[in-house]
């Protein structure tokens, strides 16, 4: 199978733009950002940077409060008329932040304080550029063939994804309500972005948060923002992603593990689009489309009542379902070409094409981990491969056979084997052997666990260590469903 060969994120190599006239700090964005990995612009002042925003559209903009010839504010306003999906991060002084808290009320990304700390201004400049990649890149629906130019793709031609497609269609123009429900892997950010940019909101910015990755104690801060001393550790105010993205379109993701408490202020920001911050008396009103996703059953959670009933009636006004890989396995070669393709590209390789003996073993694959398992698959036989064509002994240990009948599961790798699979991935060049050895060992310690204690989560929480939401958003990770992960199909019992 011929395999056209292109790099969608090679397109995507963010521009920076630093609109601040210190010299130390101007030094300090040369010295840590730029090429390769992005491309760094300067100005030292606000009608220069303005105009380097007209002619560039920069993916992040860090703008200082104070500037030679007017204030960060105006600068900002002059930005988001220009482009309101371009993330400003401000740089203030700790005596000057209420025009940084003002500029963020009105849709500015976050704000550093002076002198800037290397660590914290890397995290903040990456999530910006995150943010900047899902408002900017456009996610296509690739029913035959990918057009050029930068985008991520929805791939698939079976009856159940071009219902999806055909949802899409319907739903992105109405200003309403969407829930997006599926297993992990299966694309829902995906759908929720092409929702975004098909949608009257695509000149607005579009956030998302993962509800399962923020402990409990601090996704409520994220969503609705907090006062100064509103507990213990809030330094500052700090605005929430609901007031952040007013106009715009917010998705949250995860949305099934949310507590109740959150759940009753999310129904009211639905119902009433207003909220208070934590700590804080005043009323905030917003204008947010909300996209919610999640890979669990919320009818079976409103009937043992973890789910607010009301929430659910809410969140589903629209509702759609991804198909999990294993029942679209007719669409497996057209995502095996288009990921190929695209991570030849990325990691520097020149596959064309894949032997039909190595499309075979993929096909028998179970892929509990859907699409994100599958990408990750071919990266790492990518990593392997030599020369053009993807032979099977390129395909990571996992997918091999034993038994001439069923493929091995990353749980069933024989410890003995870390030697061989240590080398294969050092001789394959990889540069995350930890990152893959620690994923192989957590996926089976857990998934043994679970096995022992039948699927009890809380048991096996208990068990290992750790708390429920825990275990759950490590199962996510590791591509396997905390609902509805097929223990018995997976285990044979022991002993």
């Known amino acids: 199978m011929s395999t056209p060969i292109r790099n969608d994120f090679e397109a995507f190599r963010p521009t920076l733009l630093v609109i601040n006239d210190e010299p130390s700090i101007l030094y300090a964005f040369r010295k840590f950002f730029g090429e390769p990995d992005a491309t760094l612009l300067t100005a030292s002042t606000a009608a220069e940077g303005i105009e380097l925003v007209k002619r560039h559209r920069p993916d992040v903009i860090i703008l200082d409060v104070h500037l030679p010839d007017d204030n960060g504010l105006n600068t900002f306003h002059h930005i988001h008329k220009f482009d309101a999906r ?50 900017r890149v456009p996610t296509v629906v690739a029913d035959e063939q990918v057009a050029e130019g930068p985008s991520d793709a929805l791939i698939g031609r079976c009856p159940a994804m071009r219902e999806v497609y055909s949802a899409i269609g319907r739903v992105a123009p109405q200003d309403v309500t969407v829930l997006i429900a599926g297993e992990s892997g299966t694309g829902k950010e995906l759908v929720a ?21 923020i402990p409990e104690s601090l ?5 609705f923002g907090h006062e100064k001393g509103a507990f213990t550790g809030a330094d500052r105010l700090r605005v929430g992603k609901f007031e952040q993205c007013h106009g715009g379109t917010l998705f949250l993701d995860e949305i099934g593990d949310m507590t109740p408490l959150t759940q009753t202020k999310i129904l009211r920001v639905l119902q009433d689009q207003q909220f208070e911050r934590v700590g804080g008396n005043e009323t905030i009103h917003t204008d947010v489309r909300v996209i919610a996703a999640t890979n669990r059953d919320l009818q079976a959670a409103v009937a043992d009542g973890s789910f607010r009933r009301d929430l659910y ?59 994100r398992e599958l990408q990750s698959v071919l990266k790492q036989a990518l990593l392997r ?37 240590i080398r294969e991935q050092i001789e394959a060049g990889s ?16 998934t043994r666990v679970l096995e022992h ?19 759950r958003a490590k199962l996510r990770s590791l591509g396997l469903d905390p609902d509805r992960f097929a223990w018995q199909e997976t285990f044979q019992p022991s002993g």
């Open 453 to 471: 204690t039948k699927g009890n989560q809380v048991q096996a929480a208990r068990i290992l260590g750790i708390s429920r939401p825990t275990l």
């Open 313 to 371: 009636y809410r969140l589903s006004v629209f509702s759609i379902n991804l198909p999990p890989l294993r029942e679209r396995r007719e669409d497996l070669p057209l995502l095996v070409e288009h990921y190929l393709g695209r991570y030849s590209r990325e990691l520097g390789k020149s596959v064309h094409e894949i032997a039909p003996e190595t499309l075979d073993i993929l096909r028998r694959h179970p892929w509990s981990g859907n699409v």
């Open 193 to 213: 972005r092409a929702i975004y940019h098909h949608s009257r909101r695509a000149s607005g910015p579009f956030l998302a948060i993962n509800c399962a990755a």
């Open 431 to 446: 540069q995350d052997v930890y990152a893959a050895a620690t994923a192989l060992t957590e996926r089976r310690v857990l």
């Open 219 to 223: 996704l409520e801060s994220e969503l």
């Open 86 to 135: 371009i993330p400003v991060v401000f740089i203030t002084g700790h005596g000057t932040t209420d025009m940084a808290i003002e500029a963020i009320k009105h849709g500015a990304f976050d704000y550093l304080f002076k002198p800037l700390e290397f660590d914290a201004l890397c995290e903040v400049v990456d999530r910006a550029m995150k943010i900047s990649r899902l408002t």
């Open 385 to 421: 491969a030599t020369g053009s064509v993807l032979i099977p002994d390129f395909l990571p240990a996992s997918l091999h056979v034993d038994d001439g009948s069923a493929p091995r599961t990353d749980t069933e790798i024989n410890f003995g084997d870390w030697d061989r699979f």
